[in-house]
């Protein structure tokens, strides 16, 4: 992993970067979907850059065997102390897992900080290579739009050095943090939302489906008072499930959730 991306995890912020705003309704949604993709378990689960075990937790508490695999030996350290959970230091793209040894393979992180096409199609393979035949592999994607959608929702366009990174990042994809602002994020490459299933397809799966994740109501400036009313979150979860798959969405979204299959 590049320096710069340890970096930026070392700070710490993976553990409470889901539990409010943006970062509750992107956890929210991923849980929802997540819970109508997987199959009936019990599984065997492998969360590849699981970090903290954010997923994994819940996911053992549902009764499934999670094992966590994250080049962050602080992420591993906190995963591997919840309940269910095993955890390993690990690089997506040299996964050192046996052969279809999961139900089901989770890429929530990884293929987001892998700006080389061929590392991230490694990372696929790897996943491909470690679920079972027939069994999924679901992976986030971050949309190429997010930087500048973000750009305007905070603020951060006043700035010449955002504007000039957003620039770069809506030509290529290449996200790089040329500030000294942690919003600002990492590392990272941002998908166009066609490009996660022709990786998904080069690296030998099936391709399921996309879906938003957070749709465009990540945006939303009273997305806390919409979180904090159940009647309201809920409402807001069924919209986003009607309207998850259509194609025409995904790019206003901040995430993408892909999910391809190995062949049986
Ligand atoms: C933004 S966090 C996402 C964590 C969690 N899966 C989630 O969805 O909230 C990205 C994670 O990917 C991990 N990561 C970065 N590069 C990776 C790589 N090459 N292989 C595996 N994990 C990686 C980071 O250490 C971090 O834990």
Same mark, same amino acid.
């Given at each position: 992993?590049?320096?710069?991306?340890?970096?930026?995890?070392?700070?710490?912020?993976?553990?409470?970067?889901?539990?409010?705003?943006?970062? %509750?309704?992107?956890?929210?949604?991923t849980?929802?979907?997540?819970?109508?993709?997987?199959?009936?378990?019990?599984?065997?689960?492998?969360?590849?850059?699981?970090?903290?075990?954010?997923?994994?937790?819940?996911?053992?508490?549902?009764?499934? %065997?999670?094992?966590?695999?994250?080049?962050?030996?602080?992420?591993?350290?906190?995963?591997?102390?919840?309940?269910?959970?095993?955890?390993?230091?690990?690089?997506?793209?040299?996964l050192?897992?046996?052969?279809?040894?999961?139900?089901?393979?989770?890429?929530?992180?990884?293929?987001?900080?892998?700006?080389?096409?061929?590392?991230?199609?490694?990372?696929?393979?790897?996943?491909?290579?470690?679920?079972?035949?027939?069994g999924?592999?679901?992976?986030?994607?971050?949309?190429?739009?997010?930087?500048?959608?973000?750009?305007?929702?905070?603020?951060?366009?006043?700035?010449?050095?955002?504007?000039?990174?957003?620039?770069?990042?809506?030509?290529?994809?290449e996200?790089?943090?040329?500030?000294?602002?942690?919003?600002?994020?990492?590392?990272?490459?941002?998908? %166009?939302?066609?490009?996660?299933?022709?990786?998904?397809a080069?690296?030998?799966?099936?391709?399921?489906?996309?879906?938003?994740?957070?749709?465009?109501?990540?945006?939303?400036?009273?997305?806390?008072?919409?979180?904090?009313?159940?009647?309201r979150?809920?409402q807001?979860?069924a919209?986003?499930?009607?309207?998850?798959?259509?194609?025409?969405?995904?790019?206003?979204s901040?995430?993408?959730?892909?999910?391809?299959?190995?062949?049986?």
């Amino acid at each position: 992993m590049q320096y710069e991306i340890e970096d930026y995890y070392r700070q710490g912020g993976e553990s409470g970067r889901l539990s409010d705003g943006a970062g %509750r309704w992107e956890f929210l949604r991923t849980w929802d979907l997540l819970q109508r993709t997987l199959p009936a378990g019990p599984l065997a689960v492998l969360d590849v850059g699981g970090a903290t075990g954010v997923y994994a937790g819940p996911l053992a508490s549902q009764g499934h %065997r999670v094992h966590v695999v994250d080049p962050m030996p602080e992420h591993v350290a906190a995963a591997a102390a919840l309940p269910g959970v095993t955890a390993a230091v690990g690089d997506a793209r040299a996964l050192t897992e046996p052969d279809a040894a999961y139900d089901a393979v989770l890429l929530l992180g990884p293929l987001y900080h892998l700006v080389a096409r061929a590392d991230r199609i490694a990372a696929w393979r790897g996943a491909a290579r470690a679920v079972r035949p027939g069994g999924v592999v679901a992976a986030a994607t971050i949309s190429r739009f997010a930087s500048l959608l973000d750009g305007y929702a905070r603020g951060y366009l006043a700035d010449e050095v955002f504007a000039r990174m957003l620039e770069r990042t809506l030509a290529t994809g290449e996200h790089r943090n040329l500030g000294t602002d942690r919003h600002w994020f990492t590392t990272a490459y941002f998908h %166009r939302p066609d490009e996660p299933a022709a990786e998904a397809a080069e690296a030998g799966l099936d391709f399921v489906r996309s879906a938003a994740v957070e749709g465009p109501l990540w945006m939303l400036p009273a997305l806390d008072e919409v979180l904090a009313e159940p009647g309201r979150t809920e409402q807001a979860l069924a919209l986003m499930r009607q309207v998850e798959g259509e194609p025409h969405l995904w790019g206003a979204s901040s995430h993408l959730l892909t999910v391809a299959r190995r062949p049986a």
